[in-house]
């Protein structure tokens, strides 16, 4: 167990609709990374937080928004949702900000999208 | 922009055998690389990392060498067992123009075969 908590487990939605993924940190933890993994692919980072605050932005669609709450946890919102939206979204934390750190990752939420 | 390259993209060993994975990267100021394995199903959890001011790490079946100035690192397993089965992503620290963070590579998928 990392420390790193996400809901739900599993999602399942139809095209259109709008999600919301939620990812609790680390105890301590002040940065939040999203990582999307379709089936056999690698992790595709999307957008990291640090303490409330917008840090990287990385292949985030537009139609995916994210924020950090005073509390640290996180919430990644994916809207107008596609087919191939549907894929295992990770969370993972670490103390800092920094590419030297170790990333604690969450059990995932994966998404089908019907 | 900055990129990690990582070989073979799937990898079958007999068990007893010795598995090695590739990684090069293309930032020469990377300074940290670590190595997550994820098996099926789970989250990505680190196994082992190295900085640049070694050259080889080990974690008793686990080595991790690193060699700066071809810009290239290698994850060695030695007498490998059926639990290493997962997929194994090698990852440098990078910085883009405003920010440092760590990018991972494709992955490689092990098999070892009892």
């Known amino acids: 167990d990392s420390g790193v908590t996400q809901t739900p487990k599993h999602l399942i939605t139809a095209t259109g609709q709008r999600v919301t993924l939620r990812c609790s940190p680390r105890?301590?933890?002040?940065?939040v990374y999203w990582y999307q993994q379709s089936l056999d692919q690698g992790l595709q980072f999307l957008i990291q937080?640090?303490?409330?605050?917008?840090?990287a932005k990385g292949n985030i669609l537009e139609r995916f928004s994210a924020q950090q709450f005073p509390d640290l946890h996180s919430e990644l919102n994916l809207s107008s949702l596609e087919l191939g939206d549907s894929a295992l979204y990770f969370c993972?934390?670490?103390?800092?900000?920094?590419?030297?750190?170790?990333?604690?990752f969450g059990p995932g939420t994966r998404l089908l999208v019907l | 922009g900055e990129n990690v390259e990582q070989h073979p993209s799937t990898l079958s060993v007999q068990e007893g055998d010795s598995a090695v994975i590739k990684c090069t990267y293309s930032d020469s100021a990377s300074n940290y690389f670590p190595w997550y394995k994820q098996e099926l199903g789970k989250r990505p959890q680190l196994i082992i990392d190295i900085r640049s001011n070694v050259g080889e790490k080990k974690d008793q079946r686990i080595a991790v060498t690193l060699n700066k100035t071809a810009k290239h690192f290698s994850l060695h397993i030695t007498e490998t067992q059926p639990e290493d089965s997962a997929v194994y992503f090698c990852a440098a620290r990078g910085w883009a123009t405003s920010y440092d963070k760590v990018i991972f590579g494709p992955g490689t998928s092990l098999s070892v075969i009892p």
């Open positions: 105890s301590g933890d002040l940065s």
């Open positions: 993972a934390s670490s103390v800092g900000g920094t590419g030297g750190e170790t990333q604690y």
């Open positions: 937080y640090y303490n409330g605050e917008e840090r």
